[in-house]
């Protein structure tokens, strides 16, 4: 039977109440026995029984008709009284109905204002209207058809039967709520508490929209409750598991290729794995280039498969009704990761699940950056600017991946966001992400710089430079750790063990030495360090330590040695063209036959260098010291020797044709049979030299000293220009002016 509804539009129709119906049927009860009691007391069968019966008889009826007659009477008195009291009980109900209509309508418009305010709470995100307080009430057979009551209290209300189809609940809390029997189609309960609450008989109910939902003790329907969450979730990571582990073995190899990297091997380009029978299939250049990349690859691979789990398992309650949570169903390194995204695990902390999380998230998040580092840190010591920036640019992709997907893998299991963001939002939560991966690759950047550009904190070049000053700061940083990054060569053989198996001079045939061209080894430790036949053409070895190295036949053609300690090194037949050496430390060393032709050797420190029969032309030796030198047979046609110290240098045999010695000290030099035609020899001091047969046809001797000199002859003299301001000792000076002439 329908009852008109307590609704605003008058056409609609509600179901009677128990009390109504209670009333009708009583009153119906009472109707028939009426009838029926009117049927049988009819009076044509009291008067024919009477007529028939005998006088006794007729007596013993009346007698007993007079008795039974009150009972009967009393009895009909007694069902109609109910059948009364049921009228007007009903028409009691009936009134009071009526009464109940207006405050149900009441109740009604009390319920919008509270949906409307709820609304506007749900809108501006909490910042205006109010929050929907329901616990309690009695909303059975209601019909709130896609309400919207996120995130509302509804703790214990009566939902009985209630349609709440297409509407939404997400983060509701329903604790104790009555959903028997109620329409849930396309309801939304992701992140909503069930905890108690009876679905028992609920029409339309689906998994996928109890996503993160706590379902503790809930009773559901047998179709939601069959279902294992488990076994879904393990078979969800095992493509997770097998990336994950992959990564972590691939970044385990490279950390251990870093740990096993020595100096020599990075700076030759040696093997990545040194087996001798596996060869130089992989250079451990390409190595270190390739591996960011690798692991990138990887990286980007393994969280996007974690995407994929993650939307799984948002599609899971948190929470099973047997109390087992969504996490259980995965591995501890996986799910440690995604504690943190669901409410109702986030509020059951532990030590250990803490623990966890810190261990997963490193693991997971921060092992390819951490790798990455580990491969710059190593890689830096070469100083390649280009493969240095590829590694900033990996670590700064690895890192905003890091520190991006937490915040992703946050929107696809918090589903239910109460605003969208806006614009504005938009950009600043891409801001807020990108910030650490800059800043990160910025502080990279310029420690890179830093070293690639500055000086070492250990060498005499940072005390030309002031404590605070930029090119300094990488070093100190670095030394804080304990870390030089700068090539450790120190006795290092820069020689394929075949090429040495091969030379039995320690120089290897031509192309079979260390190929280094335009490699940068500044500030390199290469204490006795072989370097026989290696191509350093275009390299750069400013301040490097060559003490005692070898490099017999090396080839060092426009390679910068500025400042570079090579004391007692050997560069015998060394092909040094173009090279810069100013300020060089070459003492002791041995540059026999080597060429160094267009090189510069100003303010070079050659004392007691060995250069016999050196190819030296255009050289520029200005105020180099070339103390106890051997130049002997050397060619250093139109060299220039301005200020430089020759002091017991031997020059003999020496081609110094057109060369330049202004100032130059030839104090106790020997240049027997030297050629110094057309050379300049404007204040150069002669004391103690030794000039016997040499020619100076057309030299320039103005304002020279030669007193003093040993083997000079007015021959020689006669044949300079601007002889008549030098000075000569008495004897030569009046011979002179016998032969040429008073000038």
């Known amino acids: 039977m329908l009852l008109p509804k307590t609704s605003e539009e008058p056409q609609t129709e509600r179901m009677a109440t128990p009390q109504e119906l209670y009333a009708l049927k009583r009153i119906a009860e009472m109707e028939s026995a009426i009838a029926e009691l009117v049927k049988t007391e009819a009076p044509s069968d009291k008067q024919t029984a009477i007529d028939d019966a005998s006088p006794c008889e007729v007596d013993t009826i009346e007698v007993e008709s007079a008795q039974a007659e009150p009972t009967q009477t009393k009895s009909v008195e007694t069902e109609l009284a109910a059948i009364e009291h049921a009228e007007v009980d009903a028409h009691e109900s009936s009134d009071t109905s009526k009464t109940a209509e207006p405050s149900q309508g009441g109740w009604l418009l009390e319920l919008a204002s509270i949906l409307d305010q709820h609304r506007i709470w749900v809108e501006t995100g909490g910042e205006g209207g109010t929050k929907a307080d329901l616990c309690g009430v009695n909303l059975e057979n209601a019909d709130l058809t896609g309400v919207n009551l996120q995130g509302a209290f509804l703790q214990r209300a009566n939902l009985r039967g209630a349609d709440l189809s297409m509407a939404n609940l997400r983060h509701a809390s329903l604790v104790q709520a009555d959903l028997c029997n109620a329409n849930l189609l396309g309801t939304e309960l992701r992140g909503a508490n069930l905890m108690g609450a009876t679905l028992y008989g609920a029409e339309g109910l689906w998994l996928g929209r109890l996503g993160g939902a706590n379902l503790y003790d809930a009773m559901l329907p047998e179709t939601i409750s069959s279902i294992d969450g488990s076994k879904a979730v393990w078979e969800a990571t095992r493509s997770a598991r097998w990336f994950y582990f992959l990564m972590l073995t691939v970044c385990a190899l490279c950390a251990l290729c870093v740990a096993t990297t020595s100096d020599p091997r990075l700076i030759l380009d040696g093997q990545t794995i040194a087996v001798s029978r596996l060869g130089n299939i992989l250079p451990i250049n390409g190595f270190y280039l390739i591996a960011p990349i690798l692991l ?326 200005l105020r180099a010291d070339l103390t106890r030198s051997d130049m002997r047979d050397t060619q250093v046609q139109e060299a220039e020797f301005s200020l430089a110290n020759l002091e017991l240098t031997d020059f003999s045999g020496a081609k110094l044709t057109g060369a330049q010695f202004a100032g130059a000290q030839f104090k106790g030099t020997i240049l027997l049979g030297a050629d110094l035609r057309n050379t300049g020899l404007r204040g150069a001091t002669f004391q103690g030299a030794v000039l016997r047969d040499a020619p100076m046809d057309g030299a320039q001797l103005d304002g020279a000293d030669f007193r003093g000199a040993l083997g000079l002859t007015a021959t020689q003299v006669c044949s300079s220009r601007g002889w008549s301001s030098a000075q000569f000792d008495a004897d030569v000076l009046q011979a002179v002016q016998a032969q040429c002439g008073a000038k």
């Not at 986030?346 to 390819?368: D, F, G, H, Q």
């Not at 400042?563 to 092909?575: E, G, K, V």
């Open 296 to 621: 990138l690859v990887l990286f980007v691979r393994f969280q996007f498969l974690l995407l994929r789990v993650w939307s799984s398992m948002a599609a899971l309650p948190a929470v099973f009704p047997d109390g087992q949570t969504v996490e259980h169903g995965g591995p501890w390194y996986l799910m440690g990761l995604v504690r943190r995204h669901f409410r109702w695990l986030r509020e059951t902390k532990t030590p250990v699940s803490w623990m966890e999380n810190v261990i997963a998230t490193s693991l997971a998040y921060w092992a390819v950056p951490a790798t990455t580092v580990l491969l710059w840190v190593r890689y830096l010591v070469r100083q390649d600017m280009r493969g240095t920036s590829l590694h900033v640019l990996f670590f700064m992709l690895s890192v905003s991946v890091a520190t991006g997907l937490p915040s992703v893998v946050s929107r696809v299991i918090r589903s239910g966001e109460m605003r969208r963001p806006s614009s504005r939002s938009v950009a600043r939560m891409a801001f807020l992400t990108l910030r650490a991966p800059i800043a990160a690759g910025l502080i990279l950047l310029l420690l890179s710089c830093g070293v690639i550009l500055g000086v070492p904190a250990d060498s005499d070049a940072s005390r030309r430079y002031f404590s605070a000053s930029p090119r300094r700061w990488a070093a100190e940083a670095f030394r804080l750790v304990g870390y030089r990054p700068y090539a450790d060569l120190i006795e290092a053989t820069l020689v394929s063990p075949r090429a040495r198996l091969a030379s039995a001079n320690d120089a290897p045939g031509d192309g079979a030495g260390a190929k280094l061209n335009e490699n940068s080894l500044r500030y390199a430790r290469a204490y006795r360090a072989v370097l026989a036949g290696a191509r350093l053409v275009g390299a750069y070895l400013t301040e490097a330590d060559l003490r005692n190295a070898n490099l017999r036949e090396a080839h060092l053609r426009d390679a910068v040695l500025d400042h570079a300690r090579a004391d007692h090194a050997l560069f015998i037949s060394a092909d040094g063209k173009d090279a810069n050496l100013t300020g060089a430390d070459l003492r002791g060393s041995d540059m026999t036959y080597s060429i160094f032709e267009n090189a510069s050797f100003a303010g070079a420190k050659l004392a007691g260098a060995s250069l016999y029969g050196a190819s030296l032309r255009h050289t520029n030796w």
